[in-house]
């Protein structure tokens, strides 16, 4: 991989259609008005990317879970039914949430009591610093070691790394550059939510890659710990990448 980070260049987050006739200043508090705006929000979401990722734990059990890509905004989509998230802490459960490059996240929520309602929340600044991609290269060029190989699969050209996690124990990492930001798919678990992504084996490598990276496979041997006589191992790899024609309706939801 002749250049493994990209500055994040045209990459737009998912943004509303203002509304027209807002009420002269004097007429309505400023609060108000910002209401009134984002709540003419378009009617569908769109995307044209699928990623399906695949989990192995250490005692052989597998999930898989599907995350949804916008390629020209770069938003991420997580359907509650294809990603295998829940979001019991809310009584009528959210049926949508969106991941944005610039580190916002929207919740769609279907409340029994308030109705359709979209919940904001928003990641640490700090991994949107313009010094982040610099300081990721550095820690993984102190943990990682390329070992020469390279693949190409689903559009993706993916470039193996290698490092010790004990005397036996060994990490292999496959990753690739893209033209999008991965890290609302790596942060999605750093959110004050109750639905996370599967983490047996964690996606989050938003310390060691760079926004333009893409995880495409991890693996950890441990012949330090045995698994029914054989070395301890879990893995998370991306088994489909891919055009799709996904949409959300939104129609009704409106900003809590």
Known sequence: MKKRFIALAGMVGFMGLWGEGVLPVHAQPELAMVTKNRSAAPQKLVFDRILVYEQTDYNGSVVRYQVLLNSKTGQFGFDRKLA?????????????????????YRVYVADKYEGKVIMQYHVGKSFYAPNRA???HNRFNQRYRATGREGTQYGLTATEYRASLGPKDTE????????????PLYLFNELALEAKL???????FSSSLGPNELLVQSKKEYYSEKVNGRPATSTLKLIHFGPTNYSFDVTGYRFK
């Open 172 to 183: 292999w990492l496959w990753v690739a550059e893209v033209p999008f930001n991965s890290y």
């Open 134 to 136: 610099e300081a990721c």
């Open 198 to 204: 599967p983490d047996a084996h964690s996606i989050n």
């Open 84 to 104: 295998n998230l829940s979001f019991p802490g809310v009584v009528g459960g959210y049926t949508f949430v969106t991941g944005q490059p610039d580190g916002s």
